[in-house]
Every structure is written in structure tokens, then in C-alpha cells.
């Protein structure tokens, strides 16, 4: 099977999200000229590991490797898609290159937000990033993380575990917007154990000048490291497309259909989409979810509506201060779980919640369970 027509297929982004999706349309029987583009220079690779396993594996630096792919594309490796013509088909690459298409997928991900211009604030997006930091933490140096989300966590956490002094500085309790108070509450107490040191804030800016760069909180307080690391959010990559008539100009994510299509020849998948949900269209920016998007999508790239739509139940694992947490369905849970196995005490313990819009969420910290029982777990609670 080559689709009829379809001969040539182009993926931008050789993220898991354009991995997957050059694997499927292979999988689904697509024999035609498979075109990837990444405009980073290495090949696919574990983009989770880099805030966990790689800043801490020693002289280890193999757990964000993902085995060859083997799709056989022609792959453009460390070079930028900068201009979308959907009339003519072609994909622009900013050295002058124009690929033509009869299928497109848009997978380019996103960035780091960021605070300052300022090179002293360090982000971690991706690969070069991680291995840099890890470097750095060699030395042991002090760090301030801005952001108590799941990233700025587990950045937190590989820093302290590497012998360093670490603060994190949140707007708010840290992870109660992922989490809600009462998981929040449990990992703060985990963190704080360890060495960690909390700050609460309203705002936080980062000033300064290159080489003297520091954290200012809304009240005046200054906070100074050796390393300065921020965390808060993403932006999607698709500036790029914003002549093409996908997306508002300024940049946002790419609205798709139930099956992530765009238009009936181009999806877009990743952290750049907006899937439609009960709640409105949304990104998904889950590693489980970019896979399950470009499996779905590139299905429909090649049968149409004969696909099936994504039907997706929102998976998502952190390690971070001793504690492995994965969970299953709608975060953050409203109020207190249930528990099935082990309680608040301490220790493993398998929890759940039942919401009113009849669904539930399924957690697991310290406890170890396959993923299908963890959701079939959530699904009894709903």
C-alpha cells in the first residue's frame, strides 16, 4: 500500500512525536520517499530522561537513547523549516531547500520559556542542554531553580542528588497546580527532607547582567546562585506557520481535528497541537500523548476519516527526591484519594479519585504496577 497518490511525505520534527509518526505511516503500509527534517543534529531521542536518569547516571550517558530508527527515511538532520506554502505543498528550510510533499506532518515541538535575554538563565529543553548542566554540577555549585512545576522539580532534585545547594523558587506551592494541594503537599515534605530549600513567591523576575544575573521576588528579595535555571512553561514552535493561515501570528498551537488533522494532507502533532477535548481545544504536552497524536494522525493522513479518532487517557510519571510517581486520567484530583493499597503514612500506596463528570484518576507512588492495571484502576473509580 502507497496510499494511491501519496508518494512523498515529509515529517518536520524528529522529536518521539515526528519518530512515531514516520514509524506508523510505515507500519500502516506507506512505501513512497519519507523526508524527516530536525533542526537539532542529533537523532530521536528520550526527552524525560534528560531531567531525570541523564543528570544522574555517572559515567552513564546512555538512558536518553531510543534504539535506531527504523523507518528508513531520508533524514535532515540539524537544519530549520522556516516557511509552509499549503497551496503548492512545499516545506521551506532555512537553507533554501523547498521539499515538496504530498502529506505533511508538522511535529516541532516547542521551546523553553524564558525570563531575561540574559545567557545566565538556563533552560532545559534539550539534549545539549542537559549534557552542559550535567557538566556544570560537577563542581558542586549552588542553584536556583525558578519554577515549581513537574520540570522545575525534577531539575531540583538531580541537582540536590549530585551534592549541590539548591533552592527552588515557586509562585506558589510547588506542584499544586499539576498535583493539587494534597500531592503537592507530599512531595514538598519529600523535598524539604532532602535539603531542599522552598520559596514561596507572588512574581519573580530575573535582572541583572551577563555574568551577574539574579532572582528578584515580588517583595524585593534577592536570591543569587552559582547557576540560575528557569522552568516555567513552553512555547510552541509555530511561528513558522503563521503565514501558512494554520495559527494566530505571534505564534500558538495548531488547532486539529478529533484525528489531528489540520487540513486532509497535513497533521500536526506534539506539543505544537491543540487536540479538541471536553474542556475546549488543548494542548496535550505528554510523552504517551505525542505518541498516541502521531499514531492516530498519520493513520489519517493516509485513510482519512476511516481512522479512528484519538481517544486518549492522559498518562504522566515523575521521579523526583525518592519518590517514582505515575498517575492516570484528570490532574490535578479534587481532595483527598481513596486508598487501595498503603495510606497516608508513608510508603508505597496505590490511590484514586472519583470526579463528578464521571471519570476517575489513578495514582501510584512508590508502587510498582503496570500502566493497563493503573488504568484500569481509574476507570473503576469513575
Request: glycine share 12%.
Amino acid at each position: 500500500m502507497n496510499g494511491g497518490t501519496i508518494r512523498r511525505v515529509v515529517v518536520v520534527g524528529n522529536g518521539i512525536a515526528g519518530l512515531t509518526a514516520a514509524d506508523t505511516l510505515r507500519e500502516a503500509g506507506f512505501d513512497g520517499r519519507l523526508t524527516v527534517v530536525g533542526d537539532e543534529p542529533h537523532p530521536a531521542y528520550s526527552r524525560p530522561a534528560l531531567s531525570k536518569a541523564l543528570l544522574l547516571d555517572g559515567a552513564d550517558l546512555s538512558s536518553h537513547k531510543l534504539p535506531a530508527a527504523s523507518h528508513g527515511a531520508d533524514e535532515l538532520l540539524g537544519v530549520r523549516a522556516v516557511g509552509l506554502d499549503p497551496d503548492r505543498r512545499l516545506v521551506t528550510l532555512d537553507e533554501g531547500t523547498a521539499l515538496p510533499y504530498d502529506r505533511l506532518v508538522l511535529a516541532t515541538g516547542s521551546r523553553a520559556r524564558r525570563l531575561s535575554a540574559l545567557p545566565d538563565e538556563l533552560t532545559l529543553r534539550g539534549l545539549d542542554d542537559a549534557l552542559s548542566l550535567r557538566d556544570r554540577l560537577a563542581d558542586r555549585p549552588s542553584v536556583v531553580v525558578v519554577g515549581g512545576g513537574p520540570l522545575g522539580m525534577e531539575i531540583a532534585s538531580g541537582c540536590l542528588a549530585s551534592g549541590c545547594r539548591v533552592t527552588v523558587v515557586s509562585q506558589g506551592p510547588p506542584l499544586s497546580l499539576q498535583f493539587g494541594p494534597y500531592l503537592a503537599g507530599v512531595f514538598a515534605r519529600a523535598a524539604t527532607d532532602l535539603g531542599l530549600t522552598l520559596v514561596e513567591t507572588e512574581l519573580a523576575r530575573v535582572e541583572g547582567r551577563e555574568g551577574d544575573a539574579r532572582v528578584v521576588l515580588h517583595d524585593g528579595t534577592v536570591i543569587e546562585a552559582e547557576i540560575l535555571l528557569s522552568a516555567v512553561g513552553d512555547v510552541p514552535n509555530t511561528e513558522w506557520l503563521a503565514e501558512a493561515g494554520l495559527v494566530a501570528k505571534g505564534g500558538d498551537a495548531v488547532p486539529v481535528g478529533p484525528r489531528g488533522l489540520v487540513r486532509p494532507e497535513v497533521a500536526a502533532v506534539g506539543d505544537l497541537a491543540a487536540f479538541p477535548t471536553p474542556h475546549g481545544p488543548r494542548r496535550l504536552p505528554f510523552w504517551t500523548s505525542a505518541v498516541e497524536q502521531a499514531k492516530v494522525a498519520s493513520r489519517a493522513l493516509l485513510v482519512g476519516e476511516e481512522a479512528p479518532p484519538l481517544r486518549f487517557q492522559p498518562y504522566f510519571w515523575t521521579e523526583q527526591f525518592g519518590l517514582h510517581f505515575k498517575a492516570v486520567g484528570r490532574l490535578p484530583p479534587e481532595g483527598e484519594p481513596s486508598y487501595i493499597e498503603g495510606g497516608p503514612g508513608g510508603g508505597p500506596a496505590l490511590m484514586r479519585w472519583s470526579h463528578g463528570d464521571g471519570t476517575g484518576t489513578a495514582a501510584a507512588l512508590n508502587y510498582r504496577i503496570p500502566v493497563p492495571r493503573l488504568r484500569r484502576t481509574a476507570q473503576a473509580a469513575a
